[in-house]
């Protein structure tokens, strides 16, 4: 309680330092000013840090399994790039790069197929999510883009290798390159959709990274299953698709200021910085030897795949590291209201 009094002589018995000064703003701790006013004034009570409740965190993480959704990224990303490959190779006259890219693909797919839904618990929950289309919905559009793109490839797979109906096999090699980049690439999207920070602030870049880390992954596997002298445009693609890769990357973290942190620390930056090298050099290896000798290309080609999926698993873990900590949230979030404030009227 304050003893001083207010009188017609002024404030008498007032202790120094213990009332309020408006427009002289006060000290932190740490011997900064305190922050700015509406109207000019400078406050008295410092910066709130961020905290959450109880020390929760203020997002809930996802409840995904990172062998599974992460897995589930990954073998769609090399099953999409691969239909376009094999698409490519089936119409400029290299049959075994085809047909073992299209086996790839089938087999891709089936895997990440199987992946979603052991997370989901149950298939009938993936069967439920065909029951409505919603052009909105990331989750829905990528359900139906599973469901249609599967039989293509599983067709296109099986008429090459048996060599039955050849026009009927034609024309699913064609569809399931034609819906190959959206497979290679929509998880993205999905991932970008949540409130994951790593994942939601580079909705930007991101789809850019999966894309080139599908068209990398793609390109390993026909290094390792296909002869030399059929993977000279599958080596192209490696080199094309590692740098979509690493420069998307790159500008995304850039970009996203501190929460770049979850890309170089932990569990996603050692998993980051393992697919930089490894893409690189398996592009570079693949660029300079893969089109002379078969181990040198098989190398190169398992150093592609292995990127890849460390560029997957990466994001994955990186995201998850992002939802746990509330810095993660908050901090970018003031930074967009001052950035609003500070915006002419």
Not at 49 to 77: C, H, M, Q, T
Not at 210 to 224: E, P, R
Not at 294 to 311: I, K, M, V, Y
Request: aromatic share 6%; charged share 20%; with cysteine.
């Amino acid at each position: 309680m304050s003893t001083s009094d207010v009188g017609r002589d002024g404030i008498t018995g007032a202790r120094p330092d213990r009332e309020a000064r408006i427009g002289q703003g006060g000290h932190r701790p740490d011997g900064r000013r305190g922050r700015r006013g509406r109207r000019g004034e400078r406050a008295m009570v410092p910066d709130a840090e961020f905290r959450s409740y109880y020390g929760k965190p203020i997002l809930n993480p996802p409840v995904w399994k990172s062998v599974d959704i992460a897995g589930y990224f990954f073998l769609g990303g090399l099953a999409g790039a691969g239909s376009v490959l094999a698409a490519g190779a089936h119409w400029t006259g290299r049959p075994a790069a085809a047909r073992a890219l299209k086996a790839a693909s089938l087999g891709a797919i089936s895997g990440s197929t199987a992946a979603l839904i052991h997370d989901l618990g149950r298939p009938g929950r993936f069967y439920n999510m065909l029951r409505v289309m919603k052009p909105t919905s990331p989750m829905s559009m990528g359900s139906w883009l599973l469901a249609a793109y599967g039989p293509l490839a599983g067709a296109a797979a099986a008429l090459d290798v048996t060599g039955l109906f050849p026009r009927l096999g034609h024309a699913a090699t064609a569809g399931a390159a034609a819906l190959g980049p959206g497979v290679a690439a929509y998880t993205a999207v999905l991932a970008a959709d949540t409130a994951v920070p790593a994942w939601h602030e580079g909705f930007r870049e991101l789809p850019f990274v999966f894309a080139g880390s599908a068209a990398v992954a793609a390109s390993g596997m026909a290094l390792v299953a296909a002869p030399p002298r059929e993977t000279a445009p599958m080596r192209t693609a490696a080199v094309c698709g590692a740098a979509l890769e690493l420069g998307a990357a790159t500008l995304m973290e850039r970009r996203l200021g501190i929460i770049a942190e979850n890309y170089r620390e932990g569990t996603g930056g050692r998993l980051m910085r393992a697919a930089r090298v490894l893409t690189a050099a398996g592009a570079a290896g693949g660029a300079l030897l893969g089109g002379r000798n078969r181990t040198a290309a098989a190398l190169c080609g398992a150093a592609l795949l292995a990127g890849s999926a460390c560029t997957r698993f990466g994001v994955f873990h990186a995201g998850m590291r992002s939802a746990k900590d509330p810095k993660y949230t908050v901090v970018p979030q003031r930074e967009r209201i001052r950035e609003r404030a500070a915006e002419p009227a």
